[in-house]
């Protein structure tokens, strides 16, 4: 489960990165990253990538399949999935 996760995160980074801006582009990868977070027992409800990611879900869900983030949206967005990325492995059981 933990590998999927992390690969879902680190393709939304990339897809990001790489100006992947329309709302029916984006869409698809958020709504499979909050199924997959929801599916890890060790989050709690209230984790960042959780909350973030609801919150992005409403806000393209208002707006229409062809549409683009503007580019302060999607710098918000990747910071978003940044700070999401960096606590889901922060949450990772660290191996000794």
């Not at 933990?2 to 990001?16: E, G, H, K, T, Y």
């Not at 990538?49 to 879900?57: F, L, P, Q």
Request: proline residues 4%; charged residues 20%.
């Amino acid at each position: 489960m933990f590998s999927r996760v992390q690969m879902v995160l680190s393709l939304s980074l990339m897809v990001i990165n790489c100006e992947m801006v329309l709302v029916c582009q984006v869409h698809p990868l958020l709504s499979d990253l909050v199924l997959s977070l929801g599916r890890v027992p060790q989050l709690p409800v209230d984790f960042e990538g959780k909350v973030k990611g609801r919150e992005w879900i409403a806000r393209l869900n208002k707006m229409g399949a062809s549409d683009e983030l503007n580019d302060i949206q999607a710098r918000q967005l990747l910071f978003d999935l940044e700070t999401s990325y960096n606590a889901f492995i922060n949450s990772l059981p660290k191996s000794s």
